[in-house]
């Protein structure tokens, strides 16, 4: 979770591996789009002498749609290549690194963007640096500055970055997947009645872990199509957003004359639209071929959210606790509002000055609203919080997405195409138990938002 490991190929390349995208207007500069997607999940910050970098052999691109199809209209596509300063020494660093041409950084790393559109390319930028991994205080004594040094301006109008940063997902791994754990429940939990008498502590499995982050910030006007004005009822003001990342179809092992070598056209080995898509809904057995497909295929996997899994497990795990859910899940009645949330959008009229949907092509994606303007005091729960601007609308970096998927799909949207439904009192209430507090980095509130990465010498932090 969010999509940390999420398939069991790509948990094997976790250079590869889309862990969480972001989609939202950003606050500060409200004419333009924020674009997050993060990869290489799981970081332990002290991970030397090799620390985590992008992949000089994976080419990682985040697509806009903008007419409905589920597919690519405007492409950013980033390709990295990394040089060795000193090929005599072990070590990544040889002394402080203050600045990005440091002659103490030994491994650094540079990458090209380019935009795609009306199959076109547009080369935006090339040998950009990334900042370091953060390896210590002695090792780099002002982190903020190189990230600083490594935010870009680009002269077409975007703003990007790429290096490391704090995981800012938070999700008690530990508990939920230990046969579906919900430790403010677990008393109520089939098997944790024998074992817990009280409520337990939430623990945020991802918290002082590192990943690597793509951000881009777009003027919106970029990624809309064409309108004669946009606002919130107007389908082109909606986009749709999903990131992924490619590797070439061959790959030669090179001997002691011959390096190694990757040929052969591109192909997709992972991607990512909404936060647990491929985590929660699709079947182990189908989730390395989900990841091989573009959103315009996923139809294919239809009937996992209109019959989800999770919603036939919360019944049997918590009995007595989801009645009303269980009852709907006997009626075999296809899920709509997960449909509308996941695959479509969802159409005017179900929430009051709302609406994020795309046409009828089913598609996993972050749909955003561009027309609809940041919140002043924004709610983790998003729509669910009455929140117009947060998840499922995009998703910023602090939006609880695992506590509105929880009670999404234990029946608290149902009403929202169903009014004779009345949901569980559980369904308004289940949650992990965790917020943007149990994030140990603060958050940004600017660009690139999310937070420093935590250092490798005070991570994992010293035990008295």
């Known amino acids: ?46 991970g030397g002498p090799n620390f ?6 994976v080419r990682y691109e985040i697509h806009i749609d903008n007419n409905g199809d589920g597919k690519p209209d405007i492409t950013y596509r980033f390709e990295f290549t990394t040089e060795i300063t000193n090929p ?37 930028g090339r040998k950009l640096p990334c900042p370091p991994s953060n390896v210590g205080p002695l090792s780099i004594p002002k982190y903020g500055e190189l990230v600083r040094q490594a935010t870009f301006s680009l002269s077409t109008g975007e703003k990007v970055f790429a290096g490391q940063r704090a995981d800012g997902f938070y999700v008690d791994l530990g508990a939920i997947f230990d046969l579906g754990t919900l ?35 777009v003027p919106v006007d970029k990624l809309r199509r064409r309108a004669s004005r946009y606002h919130w009822q107007e389908p082109a003001s909606v986009i749709g957003v999903w990131t992924s990342a490619s590797r070439r179809q061959v790959k030669v092992l090179g001997d002691k004359v011959a390096a190694d070598t990757n040929a052969g056209p591109f192909t997709q080995v992972s991607r990512l639209g909404n936060p647990l898509f491929n985590e929660v809904i699709v079947p182990m057995a189908q989730k390395d071929l989900w990841n091989t ?12 959210v209109e019959q989800p899994e999770l919603a036939a497990l919360l019944p049997v795990l918590y009995p007595g606790v989801f009645p009303n859910l269980e009852k709907l899940n006997k009626s075999k009645k296809a899920r709509a509002d997960l449909v509308a949330i996941l695959l479509t959008g969802i159409p005017e009229g179900l929430i009051n000055g709302f609406t994020n949907a795309t046409g009828n092509t089913q598609a996993d994606m ?50 929202l195409v169903d009014r004779n439904f009345t949901p569980d009192d559980a369904a308004a209430a289940v949650t992990p138990g965790l917020t943007e507090a149990d994030v140990t980095a603060p958050f940004l509130r600017n660009f690139p938002f999310l937070g420093t990465p935590y250092d490798g010498f005070n991570n994992p932090p010293v035990r008295a």
């Open 88 to 124: 005599n020494s072990f070590l990544y660093n040889t002394g402080p690194i203050e600045s990005l041409d440091s002659k103490n950084w030994n491994r650094r790393q540079f990458y090209q963007v380019t935009r795609i559109a009306d199959g076109k390319q547009q080369r935006l």
């Open 1 to 46: 979770m969010s999509s940390h490991r999420e398939a069991p190929e790509i948990a094997k390349d976790p250079v590869a591996d889309s862990s969480d995208l972001y989609a939202f207007v950003t606050p500060d500069r409200p004419d333009t789009v924020t674009l997050i997607a993060n990869y290489v999940p799981l970081q332990l910050p002290s």
């Open 366 to 415: 972050l749909r955003l609203n561009t027309a609809i303007p940041p919140a002043r005091r924004p709610n983790r729960l998003g729509v669910l919080g009455g929140d117009l601007a947060g998840y499922p609308n995009g998703r910023r970096v602090t939006d609880d997405v695992v506590t509105i998927a929880l009670r999404a799909v234990a029946g608290l949207t149902v009403p």
């Open 293 to 304: 497909l573009p959103p315009s295929e996923d139809k294919r996997f239809a009937q996992f």
């Open 52 to 57: 985590f970098e992008f992949g000089d052999d």
């Open 183 to 217: 430790r403010p429940f677990q008393q109520l939990h089939v098997a944790g009645k024998k074992i817990f008498r009280a409520a337990g502590e939430p623990v945020n499995a991802l918290d002082r872990m590192n990943v690597h982050s793509i951000a881009i910030q």
